[in-house]
């Protein structure tokens, strides 16, 4: 009796130190609406398996006749009243209050597996170092070391898993034992009573071990209770928990942001290297335009004297192009007068062709009748033919007379055509005058000159006529092609003023060796007039005189019809010069103002030029050492750079080392050692036998390792079933110790 008693007096005094230790639950409810505290008992044989469980519900009524819960069990037993409860299929259960009772009590039986409970507990024992089983202990000599094993159980919700705290105990006599040892334990001492305390967080793994030195081994089993952690003090830990989210976001972004960043590194690694390279070509390259310096200095020197001498020679130029543009008008001019006595003397042509067509054919007619064998000079009709053919030629007479004051007229308009044919040069004009000009090109001839050979033409001028190299120059620029076409051309040419000229100089007046119209025209007159005289007195003259008089006049009309043409080329050419004269001063002044720009532009080059040379000779030798210690410096900065982005790997090592190591520290106080930071503190209490039943106020999980003692002497201490916790951890502690000590005391007066 005396041992059952210290047997009950250990196991109360264990539960009352676990359960001082725990949680305590939060008081008021609504008004009318019952309020349930639940705890689940269950009963373990020595080495933690489950033998049997049940759940107490404690409701605090508050006023109502009705209580209704939810569960699945094996028996019902109504601790308060005799009311029986009515269940249905769903596992509804409902009790009607007999009477209004301020608190409830219902056991009910369970079938509760190791799976549903937030730990899985086993226990294992061993003798001076070897395994034993339970029932091999009681009474033995040595050193007996009790294992408890806590393991999480993943399965459950996540209230039970991340919410729930153990807390277990046991209690040693030290007067029937020896030593005992408790590593990482809390151990109390109640006088002769050892109590061994320990706990595991929510989700953390727990191996503990309980050393007990003794010569007569008993054990009275090991108590743990499961219950949230609710106190206000832990509001804490969600704080802590938000703050681990945070500090786990930002560490992931600036993880993502350091990858990032060393993988720009990588990237650039290689563009810093291949910009210090560049560098160096370019110091290279710098180098190499420093040596070369002399000679472009001296290359630019010559260029400058270029850029002078074209300078200089296209300041005149402009003035020769107003001294073209002045001998354009002074031609155009001339053409112009040319062409108005042309076309003043196209009408005294047509006259005088029609009146010698007439007297050829006179003519004609008087050499057929002479030529007839039976010629009768006597004759009326040829007498009459006579007659006809003197009318004629005083006509034809009338028609040269004023033809050749024609002529007379067109001489002035052909000199000055000829003189400013000369102009071009604007030096010795003298030599372009009519006289002058026909002159100089017979001289030329009588001399053996080619004309065509403009370096025998250059010698003459030089060494017979005496000009100077700048007026042979121009004179061979601007004459020398209208000199060849006019002394060696047979037909006038359109396309030359000059050979134009000549032509009609020829025509009139002759040239060495031939006859002009005028002379011919005359001395067909002379004979036409002795043929009438000779044709009165005697035939055999006449024939013959006649036949020279038909020649003349058909070569006159040849002449004429030259004289046609020279006349309808001097309108084409004057249409021509006429046509082009505005188009080509326009030209001549657009080019006199780009020469004048060019010549100004060169000057500015030149001073540019000039001293651009001045300045990088000036600073040359500086820039030169300053651009080589910049090179050299960038170069240097970057190959310091690039040997600093080699270290990138090891940066993302030590980066990821880090990272790594706070993961795991965060999975270890989250998923593996422990869930405590992953607490919900605003979480409410699920009920431990329906999600379908309201929030309880509380909840708590008792369990209780069998005993090891002498089999026919033992007794199973039970555990007060009335005690119903309430209130809050650290202001309820008092009226729990209250509570616990009358059990205790009613233990030792059993």
Known sequence: ???????????????????????????????????????????????????????????????????????????ITNMTDHAEPVTDSEG???????????????????????????????????????????????????????NVDLTPNKQVSDYYRNNMVLMAGTVVDMDKNLSLEAEGAQVQSMGNLNAVIFFALPGEEQ????????????????????????????????????????????????????????????????SVEDTADGLRGLDHSRQLFADSKGKVYADADEALAGLNELSQQFE?????????????????????????????????????????????????????????????????????????????????????????????????????????????SGKKAEYFSEDSLEDLIGEMESAGVNLGDEDEVASYLRNEVGMATDEIDALMRYASQALYETATASQPNTGNIAAAVGAIVEGFHGTAGNTGLITDIQTMIGQTEVLLQAAASQKGNAVGLLQNTADMSHLAASMCNTLDDIISDADSLTKTVNYYHEDTLDTLRDLGKMTDAAARSLKSLTVFCTSFENQMKTVGDSLNASTQKTLNGLAGTLDGMGDGLDQTDVLKNAKDTIKTLIDDKWDEYTTKDTTILNIDMDAKPVSLTSEKNPSPRTVQI???????????????????????????????????FTRIWNMITSLFHK
């Open 207 to 270: 191996h503990y071990s309980i050393r007990i030195g003794t010569n007569d081994f008993s054990f009275s089993g090991v108590v743990f209770t499961i219950v949230p952690l609710t106190a206000a003090q832990l509001d804490k830990v969600g704080d802590l928990r938000e703050a681990k989210t945070t500090l786990e976001d930002s560490a992931d972004a600036i993880s993502d942001s350091l990858d990032t960043l060393f993988d720009t590194f990588d990237g650039m690694q290689k």
């Open 702 to 736: 008792i369990l209780r390792t069998g005993e090891i003692k002498e089999k026919d002497k033992s007794t199973t201490a039970e555990v007060d079933e009335s005690y119903h916790p309430e209130g809050n951890v650290f202001h309820r502690i008092a009226s729990i």
């Open 316 to 424: 005149p130029f402009s003035g020769h192009m107003k001294e073209a543009e002045k001998f354009l008008d002074t031609m155009n001019s001339h053409v112009n007068e040319l062409t108005g006595h042309l076309d003043d003397l196209s009408p005294d042509l047509e006259d005088m062709k029609a009146t010698m067509r007439d007297l050829r054919d006179d003519l004609r007619g008087i050499s057929s009748m002479l030529n007839s064998p039976q010629v009768d000079l006597g004759a009326q009709a040829f007498l009459q033919l006579m007659e006809k053919t003197k009318a004629d030629l005083e006509t034809f007479k009338q028609s040269q007379a004023k033809l050749d004051g024609g002529v007379s007229a067109l001489a002035p308009a052909l000199a000055g055509l000829v003189a400013s044919t000369g102009g071009l």
């Open 92 to 146: 509804k259960l409902t009790f009607n209050l007999e009477n209004s009772e301020d608190r409830f009590y219902f056991e009910g039986g369970t079938d509760t597996t190791r799976e549903e409970l937030p730990w899985n507990i086993q226990v294992s024992y061993r003798l001076n170092g070897l395994e034993k089983k339970a029932e091999e202990l009681y009474g033995a000599a040595g050193l007996v070391e009790v």
């Open 1 to 75: 009796m005396t041992a059952m008693r210290k047997s009950k007096r250990i196991s109360a005094f264990v539960l009352a130190a676990v359960l001082a230790c725990g949680p305590t639950m939060e008081a008021g409810a609504a008004a009318d609406t019952p309020v349930c505290d639940e705890t689940l008992y269950i009963t373990m044989d020595p080495y933690g398996e489950i033998k049997e469980s049940s759940v107490v519900k404690s409701y605090t009524t508050n006023g109502s006749s009705q209580i209704v819960d939810y569960g699945t069990y094996n028996r």
